[in-house]
């Protein structure tokens, strides 16, 4: 084995691995933002809706968890213009990830809601607040607090998945290091310091979100 280490091409590529790096975060950020917001009105259509409400959440949530992120993605990059909907690569993918991620936040909100103990409720019943300002200013920010842990595995989730957009030409970390190794051969330095990338950002991400945990307290 006569290969040999050379990091030149990595290094000055460098520039370039940092920006996909920043666009995948940007990227996944948005996707957990917006997810969570369809997440939050799913599980409240889901505990607190009437029939109708109930089974559209639940085909919403049956049909995304069980389709690959991957086909998503595809199907949104290519079908979707086929129909007149056409979006910039970057807004097209955060789109997928918002969508995929709303599905599995929706069930850790839901789950989030149903464990909070009936008295709450009935506290803020008694006091006159009613069925909808209950969920929306009592319910809600408990459930937000207990759903955090799931909520910031979440969001490192879809930051890996942000590698994903490099099929669409989406120009994230991935993209750029595919890019680098194309020009340079340099397989084993490439896709090394792309991987020890995704590694310290995962872990930045989550020693982060431990300390947003432990600032508020769960109830």
Excluded: H
Aim: with cysteine.
């Amino acid at each position: 084995m006569d290969y040999t280490l050379n990091f030149g091409a990595v290094f000055r590529g460098f520039d370039d691995l940092l920006a996909g790096l920043l666009l995948g975060l940007e990227m996944g950020l948005g996707g957990l933002l917006i997810g969570s917001l369809i997440g939050i009105v799913a599980a409240l259509a889901a505990v607190y809706g009437g029939r109708p409400a109930r089974i559209l959440v639940a085909l919403y949530v049956g049909l995304i968890r069980n389709v690959p992120i991957l086909v998503l993605a595809l199907f949104a990059f290519f079908a979707l213009p086929s129909i007149g909907i056409r979006f910039d690569n970057v807004i097209t993918f955060a789109a997928v990830l918002a969508v995929y991620a709303g599905a599995y936040l929706t069930e850790s909100f839901r789950a989030a809601i149903q464990v909070i103990p009936k008295g709450i409720t009935e506290a803020a019943q008694s006091i006159g607040l009613t069925r909808t300002g209950t969920a929306i200013w009592v319910i809600l920010p408990i459930a937000l607090r207990n759903a955090l842990p799931s909520v910031g595995n979440n969001f490192i989730s879809l930051f890996k998945d942000t590698s994903i957009a490099a099929v669409i030409a989406v120009p994230e970390l991935t993209f750029q290091a595919r890019k680098i190794n194309n020009e340079s051969f340099r397989v084993i330095e490439v896709w090394m310091i792309a991987s020890l990338m995704y590694v310290f950002t995962c872990a930045l991400i989550a020693t982060g979100l431990r300390r947003l945990e432990a600032a508020f307290p769960k109830f």
